[in-house]
Nanobody
Framework: QVQLVESGGGLVQAGGSLRLSCAAS????????MGWFRQAPGKEREFVAA????????YYAASVEGRFTISRENAKNTVYLQMNSLTPEDTAVYYC????????????????WGQGTQVTVSS
């Protein structure tokens, strides 16, 4: 069983930056792919970014590519999401997910989830 805890959310002005962290425990971190997803009020959860088990491959949603960067430190059992040039449309609860095997944009395939961290971008 893998436990995930997100942190780093908050309120930021448009154009600003935030870095989210997701700390994992209870499993072999280097054997699980990680992803970030977000859910805005009244909307479905959507894919943001994913990273392979080794950290050598990354995958982004078109809406965040070039602004967000996913990374991981396997020695610290932590995955990060650096978010730059934030806009009000990025406002959502951000969740990290974990799955064994390869990474994917499909949230239905992730096995473990954190509790989420709120990101609010003001205009």
């Amino acid at each position: 069983q893998v436990q995930l805890v997100e942190s780093g959310g908050g309120l930021v002005q448009a154009g600003g930056s935030l870095r989210l962290s997701c700390a994992a425990s209870g499993g072999t971190f280097s054997s699980i792919a990680m992803g970030w997803f977000r859910q805005a009020p009244g909307k479905e959860r959507e894919f943001v970014a994913a990273i392979s088990r080794s950290g050598s491959s990354e995958y982004y949603a078109a809406s965040v590519e070039g602004r967000f960067t996913i990374s991981r430190e396997n020695a610290k059992n932590t995955v990060y999401l650096q978010m730059n040039s934030l806009t009000p449309e990025d406002t959502a609860v951000y969740y990290c997910g974990a799955k064994r095997g390869g990474y994917t944009f499909d949230y239905g395939l992730y096995e473990y989830w954190g509790q989420g961290t709120q990101v609010t971008v003001s205009s």
